[in-house]
Structures are given as structure tokens and as C-alpha cells.
């Protein structure tokens, strides 16, 4: 594929100076794929004003005529399936089945909050006297700014864009200079779907000039954020300023616990699939694992087996199933979190090992067991493809080692019994659970954590709620 040269794209234009121009590196093997230009402050604030200009009309267009255009991206999105896909793997480095997975995934939002968008319903209410009436109505939130990650380039883009627009918001986002193109490119269907000038408007960027300008607008009504914690506490601070409306999914430290009751194959692939999409770069990613003594032995032997089977390579090579590392950062945490659970009596079973490999940064899929709770790895979330293996005694120790942290993302369960994991998820503080299930994400239902993992959910009908007002009426007949 020839260089990728873009720009980003406010009211209806496509925009940018060649001076400002960074380079987007392929995290495989460090070749520069595209450029873009860094937008600056000016541009942000041309962002909010052509997003606040084209609100009304934008916001007074009928419901179906809203979830027109949203089904519309969504088909042009699946038509250009491959296209979509090989630029994410450029950028992000995922494999190729991955990739087309995500665009199916990203594209079910537009598809979801199209629906969503015709069942925006009010309501009436018995009022306090015969010539009293009560309406409650909902209406969009006003001009929504998104800031997004680069482990999901797509769908944490659409999960937000869907419903913003299918409530009447008009968008601008940020995504990282990691991943731009993919971004552009979700961009690029939106302008042949037709959807207005001014709606939705990209922007690539420094954080802080992008944070401190919408902080500083009263035009913004929202911003939505995924990424860590400690950025969207201050995200949090500065949005207080204005009473800005906020969505945020942030920072996990998913536990997977397996009791003895467990079916291993269920435990087995549940733990596969949620450790290690994206070279284990997702935020639900299985982070600790509990495995009750019963069965411990048995399901390290069966893991060990199909983590061996692992491939690890170029994202656009047929049969990868793990990619590289974001950047040399990345690696490094993920090696930083393996020397230090082995200097404290861990014992690598599979794995252990990473390097710089053809210009990019590969970490082999590894399994620790022997594993403490003093280890960096059972405190902080990992963010690559380890898993490290704790044993417990009973269903309270795990559930009491689960929820000893700040975060409530996503926690994973393995048990047949009915009885014995409606108490377990009953008592774990995680907005996602998966029961016997390692990929919960959907469209249709709502995502987002407890505790220190965020505020408000996305997907689902609780997705669309985040966009809209409440407004009461009081009427005296």
C-alpha cells in the first residue's frame, strides 16, 4: 500500500499544513505509513463552531431520517470491509482476522443506534389536578467531543459517533496519533454517506491542546473519553469547570477466576478469548487469574497447550494470531511485569521472552504460575499477552482477591453451578461480567465499569441515554 498522506477534516473540508505534518509508524516493523498534519488550537475551536452551527438542523432532522444516514455508513463500512481492516493492521498491528472481527464490531454500532434512534421515547404522567398535565421528553445533549484509544481505532470511535448522532448531537473527536487512519477513513464514510457538513469533524491533536480547549468552551456540552484512569480523572476536574455532561470508560484489572466445578474446555477457551486480542492490548483483557486447587493443575496443563499454539508475527501475514506491541513502551511494561513476577519465585511455564524483531516490538504469549500478590502483574493491568496463574482455596477467596483493587471493569467466572455463580456475580463489583463467556462486548448491550473504571455505559439502550437531556413539562390546562 503507498504512503498514506491525510488531513484532518472540519465543517465538510479537509484541512491541514505541511509543516505540522508527524509520521504514522506500522508498530510490525517500524516503517512510516502515513502522515498527517497536528492540528492545533485554532482548529479544535473551528471544530466546536461548526459543530455548534450545524446542530439545530442536525438536531430537528426526524429520527429516521438520522438513522438514514447511520445505515448508510454502516453499509459502506462492510462493503469496504478489507479496505478498513488492512489499515487498522498497518497501524495498530493486530492480526488481519482481528481487524475485520473489529470492523463488524464497530460498524453493529451504526447499525444499533439507527434503530435506537426511532425509539427515543417520552412519556406522560398522571398530573396533580384536573387541569394539570405532565410530559417528560428527551432531547440531544448538544455538541459532544470525543476523545478515543488506539487499541480499538475503530469501534471506540463508533460505540461513541452511533449514538451521539442517533440522539441529534453533533461530534467532533480526537483519536491518538497512533492510529489516525483508520479514523479518517470512518470519517471518509460519513462524507459519502452525505451526512452534513459541520456533524462530525476530526482532529488529531496534542492531548492537552485538544483537553484545555473544550474545557475552556461553553459550546461543548459533552465529552466522552476511553483510556486510563489517571487521564480521565483530570479530564473530570476540567469538565467540572463548565458542568460539562461526561462519559468515561477507563483503566481495568480484569480477574478470571475458575472454580473446581468449572468445564475446562469453557474455562480453557473463555480464558483465550479474553486474554489475548490485540497481543492481550484490550482493556477487559483477563489480567489475574484465581484457579481453585481442584482443578488448577488440569487447567494450566490444557492453557499451556493452546497457548503454545500461538503464532506470533505481522498482523498481515495469514495465520497470526498474536501481533506486535503498540511501541517500544508497550514492551516494555509487559517485560518489566514478567522479570519482576520471576525475580519474586514465579515460574514461566510457557513464554517469558520478547525482543525487537523487524523493527517492531514482539512479546511471547506466556503463562506464570507459583504467582503472589506483591507482583506487579496482580496490581497493575499488563496490557499484553500474559497470563499469570494464582491458586485459591474457595469461592470467598476469590471473590475477595477479585475485588481487591480500585478498578470494577470487566470480571470473567467459571462455574456450572446456578447457584454457586449467581453469589459470584452477585458480590463482584464490575460493571461486565462474563459467566462462563471471554468475549462480552456487543452492541446491544451496555459496557462501562464501577469504581475507578469510568462513569456512564455504552451500547445498549443505556448507550443512547448518555446523549440525551431529560426535560419535564409542566402544563396548566
Known sequence: MDKLDKLNYINGEWVGKDEQKFEIINPANGEVIGTMPEGTEDDVNKAIDAAHKALPAWRDLTAEERAGYLETVYDLMMENEDELATIMTLENGKPMKESRA?????????????????????????????????????????????????????????????????????????????????????????????????????????????????????????????????????????????????????????????????????????????????????????????????????????????VKKLKVGNGLEEGIDIGPLINKEGYEKVEKHVDDAVDKGAKVVVGGKGGERDGGYYYEPTILTDVTDDMICMNQETFGPLIPIRKIESDEEGVRLANDTRYGLAGYFFTESVTRGTKIYEAMDYGIIGWNHGAPSAAQAPFGGMKESGIGREGGHEGIEEYLETKYISLGL
Not at 164 to 193: H, M
Open 102 to 306: 473489529e470492523v463488524h464490531y464497530a460498524a453493529s454500532f451504526f447499525k444499533w443506534f439507527a434503530g435506537e434512534a426511532r425509539r427515543i421515547y417520552g412519556k406522560t404522567i398522571p398530573g396533580k389536578a384536573k387541569n394539570h398535565r405532565i410530559q417528560v421528553v428527551h432531547q440531544p445533549v448538544g455538541v459532544v467531543a470525543a476523545i478515543t484509544p488506539w487499541n480499538f481505532p475503530a469501534a471506540m470511535i463508533t460505540r461513541k459517533m452511533g449514538p451521539a448522532l442517533a440522539a441529534g448531537c453533533t461530534f467532533l473527536v480526537k483519536p491518538p496519533k497512533e492510529t489516525p487512519l483508520t479514523s479518517i477513513k470512518l470519517i471518509e464514510y460519513c462524507e459519502q454517506a452525505g451526512i452534513p457538513k459541520g456533524v462530525v469533524n476530526h482532529i488529531v491533536s496534542p492531548d492537552e491542546v485538544f483537553s484545555n480547549t473544550i474545557k475552556d468552551s461553553t459550546k461543548v456540552r459533552k465529552l466522552t473519553f476511553t483510556g486510563s484512569t489517571e487521564v480521565g480523572t483530570l479530564l473530570m476536574k476540567q469538565s467540572a469547570e463548565h458542568i460539562k455532561n461526561v462519559s468515561f470508560e477507563l483503566g481495568g484489572q480484569a480477574p478470571l477466576i475458575v472454580m473446581d466445578d468449572a468445564d475446562l474446555e469453557k474455562a480453557v477457551q473463555g480464558a483465550m478469548d479474553s486474554k489475548f486480542r490485540n497481543a492481550g492490548q484490550t482493556c477487559i483483557a483477563s489480567n489475574r487469574y484465581y484457579v481453585q486447587s481442584g482443578i488448577h493443575d488440569q487447567f494450566v496443563d490444557r492453557i499451556t497447550d493452546e
